[in-house]
């Protein structure tokens, strides 16, 4: 009984850890970082456009969600209740046009805008979709950095296959999201990344 206590408490501890390292805004940031390094390979483009869109597409949300929790509006920043959601994603959806809209006037490089604009419309799929049932964020952005890092570097990307699923196992240990909501969101995720990215990039 103790070993059965100590184990589950053990995988309730790691469960945490993934899905801090695993989080959106971490994803979300250093894929930002990771295309737009891939987009300076080109002649004359800096590898630091990927920065800015982090800021506007990571670092401002989060930081929204962040004084949401210490004002009270929200209960914890991966924001466990359905309802809670929309308005923090919509603010995020809001903060990644901003920041597209001004990339652009900037002329930075195809691939972030297009990584960008992949962004906005899962973004807005998670809000419709969660007014009436919670899809996993955290499973749906890990799925569509994998499909964007396949998109960019080939099938080798697909190695970080086992990451998503450790991802989605964290939200459901955590019971954070049902089995379905993880499948879902993931293949939403993959969806839309696998194909708006590449048809814009």
């Not at 940031?29 to 390979?41: D, I, P, R, S, T």
């Not at 652009?104 to 990584?115: D, H, I, K, T």
């Amino acid at each position: 009984m103790i070993n059965t206590e100590v184990s589950a408490s053990v995988s309730e501890r790691v469960a945490r850890i993934v899905s801090e390292v695993l989080a959106p805004a971490v994803l979300v940031a250093v894929l930002l970082v990771v295309v737009g390094w891939h987009a300076g390979e080109a002649s004359g483009v800096s590898r630091w456009w990927g920065l800015p869109g982090a800021i506007f597409a990571a670092v401002i949300p989060l930081g929204y969600v962040l004084h949401g929790v210490r004002t009270g509006r929200l209960t914890d920043h991966h924001i466990p209740e359905r309802a809670a959601r929309r308005v923090p994603l919509l603010f995020g959806v809001a903060s990644l046009c901003a920041g597209l809209a001004l990339l652009m006037l900037l002329g930075a490089p195809r691939e972030v805008l297009a990584l960008l604009v992949a962004g906005g419309t899962g973004l807005v799929i998670f809000a419709l979709v969660t007014h009436w049932w919670k899809m996993s964020i955290h499973a749906g952005v890990a799925a569509g950095a994998l499909a964007t890092m396949a998109v960019i570097y080939g099938p080798v990307a697909l190695l970080g296959t086992p990451l998503v699923v450790l991802g989605g196992w964290a939200r459901v240990r955590l019971t954070a999201h049902t089995p379905a909501q993880v499948v879902v969101g993931a293949l939403a995720g993959a969806i839309v990344a696998g194909t708006i990215f590449p048809a814009l990039r």
